[in-house]
Nanobody, 124 residues
Framework: QVQLVESGGGLVQAGASLTLRCSGS????????MGWFRRAPGKEREFVAA????????SYADSVKGRFTISRDNAKNTVYLQMNSLKPEDTAVYYC?????????????????WGQGTQVTVSS
């Protein structure tokens, strides 16, 4: 059983940067791929980024490609989401999640473990 806890959200102005962190415990964190998803007000939860268990493969949604970077430190059981050039449309609750796989997945239904989420608000 893996527990995931996100942190690092907040209120920022457009153009600013934030780094989200997801700390894992209770399982073999380094054995799982990891993903970030987000849910904007009134919208469905959507895929943002994912990374394989060793961090050698990554994938990004088109809307964040070139602005967001996902990375992980397995020694610290932590995955990061560096968000640059933030836009008001990036406002959402951000969730980290883990599938029961070493290789990342793009679909929400493939993820088994979820954190509680952290709010990111970008003002214009």
């Amino acid at each position: 059983q893996v527990q995931l806890v996100e942190s690092g959200g907040g209120l920022v102005q457009a153009g600013a940067s934030l780094t989200l962190r997801c700390s894992g415990s209770g399982g073999t964190f380094s054995s799982y791929a990891m993903g970030w998803f987000r849910r904007a007000p009134g919208k469905e939860r959507e895929f943002v980024a994912a990374i394989s268990w060793l961090g050698t493969s990554t994938s990004y949604a088109d809307s964040v490609k070139g602005r967001f970077t996902i990375s992980r430190d397995n020694a610290k059981n932590t995955v990061y989401l560096q968000m640059n050039s933030l836009k008001p449309e990036d406002t959402a609750v951000y969730y980290c999640a883990a599938p029961e796989s070493r290789y990342y997945r793009l679909r929400e239904l493939d993820y088994y473990y979820w954190g509680q989420g952290t709010q990111v608000t970008v003002s214009s």
